[in-house]
């Protein structure tokens, strides 16, 4: 018996492991910082930053 968990999405029945959840927690936690200081700064009026022209080089 693994370590899984049944989910319900659209009425299918996933299962879904604590490997699957740590790929996405660990990032949430990781990014927190940089999320909420874009966050903060919209209202503040500073602008966004843009990193476009880094795109054709990422994975």
Known sequence: MGLEHPLQF????????????????APLLSDQ???VAWLTDR???RPAASHCWTLPTQP
Not at 10 to 25: I, P
Request: net charge negative; proline share 5%; no cysteine.
């Open 43 to 45: 209202p503040a009026g």
């Open 10 to 25: 659209n009425g299918q029945t996933m299962s879904v492991g604590y490997e699957d959840l740590s790929t996405h927690f």
């Open 33 to 35: 910082g940089t999320a």
